[in-house]
């Protein structure tokens, strides 16, 4: 209201690019007007285009009035822009450039923010609507661009992002990353092949204890990516992201760690990680893996396809041949499963890869098992949480096959992908149990002698209705032998008391126990061992 607009308001609205109508006038004091109908012979309808005029009175010079510019009456909401693709950083001797492609509907430009290590990541820049790169150098918010190795976080924000989630971040690496020179053949460097989707991609974010690495452990890079200063086909002392250049805190990053606090000092432990977020299974399908490429219709997800030449898996068995020339592959581990849901064909598809990839690669499947980790838990919130019943079966299919229960395992508001804590705890838990299948598969055919404590393999093995087991303890102790199944579910109790030094042995009866690898454990106060037996059906 305008107590000096004495003689009222004239009111005004013009459609399109025509020319403005006087409607009425409205009586000193007034604050409203409402448009309906067909007023100054402007029919007011939905998706029309209008522009409404406000004269105060009385106005001797014609130009006390406002408009409120041309808008568009209940016309449905903009579509929102993606998160960027296309994210490439070029880097120079004091700087980098982050370059993304232009989304058209970015009408409002994009943020640019950076974080230093694991430090608050801090607002910089917004720039342009078609812009496709921003270059850091010097100080930025109050973050110097440095080359002594400092590892930053740069996130591009497309706009406008009511949701907040239009956003793509990529971790770059500056100073010298050499790479690592490693002699051929060599025993005693075990390398572990990983594929699936996000979750084993990387999708929680990397924190600070991430960040620590050991010279132990190493990774054999999948792609050129020049943010972290690594070339594809070379190895690297592991650090994220460990799959796709732009990818965050991966399973594999936590599994590698502690297998390596878990192998003697001689022992080192080599990575691969092809992993492709959102993939049905059969896109790891050799022969059909064109039939399921979805994804290829969105471009953040084409271009993760297309960065592994469009078959991600000939791209795994390509590096996987490359690192038998180093080492020996132990194990294969899986994280999948949201994007098959429900489908109970799943292990029959991933039966099919498994045996792909021992065949392609030249390995003993009983001396390279598969670790299939759950999805997140319905009782934590996971969206998929039902597929866990259909990923319990995989042993069934594939008897090499071990389950890796992700139960109390956190996850992230999205309900599909682990946060950061839990993909460390699940990732300790596949190292828990291939430490544990790597104690069953050195021992089989080793030799013990009456001074020495050891567990001897079963014989028959397999086992059709009954068999024995054999032991050498060194001196007198307490004894336990016990059966689990392939899950770590107790199935009998052999042994639990007080036994003299010496070479033992006791009968064990299959009695209802089905078909199916099982694991027998022997255990003094001090010591373990375990090894593996086959029951077959009569």
Not at 17 to 22: E, N, P
Not at 150 to 167: E, G, K, M, R, S
Request: one cysteine or more; glycine letters at 8%.
């Amino acid at each position: 209201n305008d107590p000096q607009a004495t003689g009222g308001f004239n009111v005004f609205i013009s459609e399109g690019a025509g020319s403005a109508q006087y409607i009425t006038t409205l009586a000193a004091g007034s604050t409203s007007y409402t448009y309906t109908g067909t007023v100054g012979g402007i029919t007011i309808t939905d998706g029309g285009t209008y522009t409404a005029t406000v004269q105060a009175l009385p106005d001797a010079d014609n130009n006390a009035y406002a408009n409120s510019g041309a808008f568009n009456l209940n016309a449905p909401d903009p579509e929102p822009p993606t998160n960027p693709t296309g994210l490439s950083i070029t880097q120079a001797t004091d700087e980098f450039t982050l370059n993304w492609d232009n989304d058209p509907l970015a009408t409002g430009g994009f943020n640019i923010f950076v974080s230093k290590n694991t430090d608050a990541i801090q607002y910089v820049t917004t720039v342009a609507a078609g812009s496709t790169s921003y270059t850091y150098q010097g100080t930025l918010a109050g973050i110097p661009i440095t080359t002594d190795g400092t590892i930053y976080t740069v996130t591009v924000q497309a706009l406008p992002d009511a949701d907040n989630n239009n956003y793509s971040n990529a971790l770059v690496y500056t100073g010298n990353i050499n790479e690592v020179t490693l002699p051929d053949n060599d025993p005693n460097f075990h390398i572990y092949l990983a594929f699936g989707q996000s979750n084993m991609e990387g999708s929680a974010p990397v924190e600070n204890s991430d960040f620590t690495t050991n010279n132990r452990l190493l990774l054999l890079q999948s792609l050129d990516c020049s943010n972290l200063g690594r070339e594809k086909n070379k190895w690297y002392v592991m650090a994220p992201p460990a799959s796709q250049c732009f990818s965050q805190l991966s399973l594999v990053n936590t599994f590698g760690k502690e297998m390596v606090n878990s192998q003697p000092s001689d022992v080192n432990i080599g990575i691969i990680n092809v992993a492709v977020g959102g993939a049905d299974i059969r896109l790891f399908d050799k022969d059909k893996f064109e039939d399921h490429d979805e994804l290829a219709a969105d471009p953040f997800f084409a271009e993760k396809i297309q960065a592994y030449g469009g078959n991600p898996y000939q791209h795994l068995v390509n590096l996987g041949l490359l690192a038998k020339q180093k080492g020996v592959i132990k194990g294969i581990l899986l994280h999948q499963g949201e994007s098959n849901n429900g489908d109970t064909n799943w292990p029959n598809y991933v039966k099919t890869v498994y045996d792909n990839l021992i065949a392609d690669l030249g390995l003993d499947a009983d001396q390279v098992p598969l670790l299939a980790g759950e999805v997140g838990h319905t009782n934590n919130g996971g969206l998929a949480g039902s597929m866990n019943t259909i990923i319990q079966t995989l042993p069934s299919v594939i008897p090499t096959a071990h389950i890796i229960s992700s139960e109390g395992v956190t996850i992230l508001p999205d309900n599909v992908h682990f946060d950061s804590a839990g993909v460390r705890e699940l990732g300790k838990r596949y190292a828990q149990k291939m430490t544990s299948l790597l104690t069953t598969l050195s021992t089989e055919d080793v030799t013990i002698q009456e001074n020495e404590f050891g567990l001897i393999q079963n014989q028959p093995n397999p086992v059709v209705n009954n068999t024995n087991i054999s032991f050498t303890i060194p001196a007198q102790t307490h004894v336990s032998l016990k059966v689990f199944s392939v899950s770590g579910i107790e199935v009998a109790e052999l042994i639990n008391n007080e036994l003299s030094a010496g070479t033992h042995s006791v009968e064990f009866r299959k009695e209802n126990l089905a078909a199916g690898y099982y694991i027998y454990t022997l255990q003094t106060k001090s010591l373990s061992e375990s090894r593996k037996m086959i029951i077959v059906s009569e």
